[in-house]
């Protein structure tokens, strides 16, 4: 699925705050990340981008999307011993991951809560992110 016109205007703005400009292998690789649900791996992102460009490399895909990731862009999503995961939802949010399906899921979480939990810190303190992950199993509705 090609990028969309939202999506390729946020992603032109971003990089030229940065000083960067657009390619097409930037823009192939956001527009997977950002209509990606589901908290995808490099190699996926990589499996969905050649479906749009069947020349990228795996090693273009890594540069993009730490590109991206520096740009703000997405989120990089880690749980201990798995694969980086990518995700373009940037809202505080917690995740649960399933040992049994391995699928990781948005867990909203109230504002209230992130602000207790940084008043767990000593005031002086300064929070630039929380990360929150639940790991359990979910069966699937
Ligand atoms: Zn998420």
Known sequence: ??????HLETLNKAL???????????????????VAKDHPTADEIFA???????????A???NCLETLNDCSLIRQ??????????????????HFYC?????VMDVQLPDELFSKLK???PQTASVSSIELNFRGNMPQS
């Open 1 to 6: 699925m090609p990028i969309t016109e939202a």
């Open 16 to 34: 030229g705050q940065s000083g960067l400009r657009s390619t097409r292998q930037r823009e192939v690789v956001y527009g997977v990340v950002a």
């Open 48 to 58: 969905r981008s050649r479906q749009e460009m069947p020349t990228i490399s795996l």
């Open 60 to 62: 273009t895909v890594y």
């Open 77 to 94: 999503v880690n749980f201990e011993r798995e694969s980086t995961r990518y995700e373009p939802n940037l809202q505080p949010h917690a």
């Open 99 to 103: 040992d049994k399906s391995g699928r």
């Open 119 to 121: 008043n767990l810190l």
